[in-house]
């Protein structure tokens, strides 16, 4: 069973609307990933961060989501004005440290109707 | 850009036989090579790894090869079964801000 955990599994949205998800990272693991799978299977990275600070992320999420990974808080993420072309599977995953490969967690899919 | 390309995008092969799946990167830097396996309706498992210090590695019936010259790596799968049929990723990490880059996919089909 996977130990990065991701909530809610499903989400459903209208446009407009706001998508938020969050997700818990391995005990230990400082280093968290945020991708999005879109229906294709090809992963958009969004956004890293190494414990709470961020460490890359694209224009698209600068511009239209935000996330924080606050201490002893779930990680989130947060579409602020969902469209269609959001829906996808929104992939977290952690590691412990640069070079190592990340565990995912099951994902949330997001749908924007 | 693509960072990491895969090919093939589908692989069909008969129970049995063997699988290869082939990457290549673009970045110099990069020096951890992680592959993975997507089931349907699940997240991607890692299955096997390579860092740049090795050409080879092999876990029970996966072996991945890595060629830093020519930028390249693989995963080869001997004696397929039907439970190897998934979506096959690589990808390359090492470079700054510690991204990792993915393949497109290669949808593998093993037929009994």
């Known amino acids: 069973n996977s130990k990065v955990i991701q909530t809610p599994r499903y989400l459903v949205k209208g446009q407009g609307q706001k998508a938020k998800m969050r997700c818990i990272p391995e005990?230990?693991?400082?280093?968290v990933f945020w991708y999005q799978q879109n229906k294709n299977n090809e992963f958009k990275f969004l956004i890293n961060?190494?414990?709470?600070?961020?460490?890359?992320q694209i224009d698209m999420t600068e511009k239209r989501f935000s996330a924080e990974c606050p201490s002893n808080s779930p990680c989130s993420l947060e579409i602020q004005s969902s469209e269609a072309g959001d829906s996808a599977l929104y992939l977290c995953?952690?590691?412990?440290?640069?070079?190592?490969?990340?565990?995912f967690g099951e994902g949330t899919r997001l749908s924007v109707l | 850009g693509e960072q990491v390309e895969q090919l093939p995008s589908i692989l069909r092969v008969q129970e049995g036989s063997s699988a290869s799946i082939n990457c290549s990167y673009e970045?110099?830097?990069?020096?951890?090579f992680p592959w993975y396996k997507q089931e349907p309706g699940e997240n991607p498992k890692l299955i096997i790894d390579?860092?740049?210090?090795?050409e080879r590695k092999q876990i029970q019936e996966l072996i991945v090869l890595l060629d830093k010259k020519a930028k390249r790596f693989s995963l080869h799968i001997t004696d397929t079964q039907p439970g190897d049929s998934a979506m096959y990723f690589c990808?390359?990490?090492?470079?700054?801000?510690?991204?990792?880059?993915f393949g497109d996919g290669t949808q593998l089909v093993v037929k009994p």
């Open positions: 995953a952690s590691s412990r440290q640069n070079n190592q490969a990340p565990l």
């Open positions: 005990k230990g693991h400082p280093v």
């Open positions: 961060f190494q414990n709470q600070e961020v460490l890359q």
């Open positions: 970045d110099s830097a990069s020096n951890y």
């Open positions: 390579i860092r740049s210090n090795m």
């Open positions: 990808a390359a990490m090492g470079g700054s801000n510690n991204r990792i880059f």
